[in-house]
Every structure is written in C-alpha cells, then in structure tokens.
C-alpha cells in the first residue's frame, strides 16, 4: 500500500483576507483528503499543527514514505497585496519523480481551479528540498486575494479530491469516491 506524508501549512500567522488563517484552511483541506485517501487505498500520515516546519521535515524523514505534499496558501508582496491570483506547484528540480507529482497536480488541478496555475522548480523551499520521499508543494491560491481567499473556501472537497486524485494518479492506483 503507498503511502504519503502530508503536510498542511504551519504558517497560523497568515490571515486570510475575511477570516482564517492559513494553517486553518489548509488543515481542513488535508481532513477533507483523508477519506478519499482510504477509499483509494492509500495510507497517510499527518504533519501535527503544533510542529515547526523543521519537525515536520524531519518526522517526514523518519518514516518510509513514498510521497510528501505540502499544502499551501500564497500571499502577495506587501506592495502588491491583494492583486494576484493563481496556483503554484513546486517541485525540487533535480527530483524527476517530485516534477511528475507537481505535473499530475497541476493537470487535475486545472479540473477545478478557474486560474493560472504554474509548476514551478525550485532550491529555496524546504519542503521540496529538504524530504527524503518525493515531494511537491501546492499554493493552492492567494489567501490575501478576496476572489481566491473566498474560492478556497467554498472549495474545500474540491481541492481535496483533486490533490487526492494526483496522489492515486502518482501511484497508478484506481481513484475512489469514498462511501457515506
């Protein structure tokens, strides 16, 4: 059975423009993931909230995971604060298999997400760079952005499945709609 380390944002200092936080929607995006995860056949474990994003790479690293995403929101530069929008997907450019993720991601996102989205290489983020399983990291949306702030979270099962359908797509294993 596959199994994937997720890791929601730590980042609970990040507002959302309208209420929330960063780390609060983005953990209601990982609870929403679980049964879509076990319907799939899947295995999971959780960052926990009150980790630092140092203990989350780690306890990643401790483990014999497959996959690692982390989950996140993206916010503008100050001087630009509220104007963008889009999703980016990142993915540590030596990993062959960290830059298929963040291409499935990016195909199924597409699916639900009425943006840009971009995959994007990158050195300078931990979570891509630093875990030992193959990893990939979803800005799921500008959380200062009241369109997308607002997106976010009447899409919370959206982004869910989608993520968890990359997930079973990665693995090439069949996608399931849990059973109520």
Do not use: C
Not at 98 to 113: H, K, L, M, P, T
């Amino acid at each position: 059975m596959p199994t994937v380390y997720l890791s929601p944002s730590l980042q609970e200092f990040n507002p959302y423009v309208g209420g929330g936080n960063e780390e609060y929607y983005m953990n209601l995006i990982a609870d929403a993931m679980e049964p879509y995860l076990r319907a799939s056949g899947i295995s999971f474990v959780r960052n926990n909230p009150e980790m630092t994003l140092r203990q989350a790479i780690n306890d990643s690293n401790a483990g014999n995971y497959d996959l690692h995403l982390a989950i996140h929101s993206n916010a503008s530069p100050p001087a630009n604060a509220g104007a963008n929008t889009g999703a980016d997907i990142y993915y540590f450019p030596s990993s062959a298999s960290g830059e298929r993720f963040a291409n499935i991601i990016s195909d199924n996102y597409r699916n639900v997400y009425p943006r840009n989205i971009q995959v994007i290489p990158t050195t300078s983020l931990a979570e891509v760079r630093r875990t030992k399983a193959p990893s990939a990291l979803i800005e799921v949306g500008y959380h200062d952005n009241t369109t997308d702030a607002n997106w976010i979270r009447n899409n919370v099962d959206n982004i869910a499945r989608s993520l968890s359908k990359s997930i079973a797509d990665y693995f090439g294993v069949p996608f399931a709609e849990p059973q109520s």
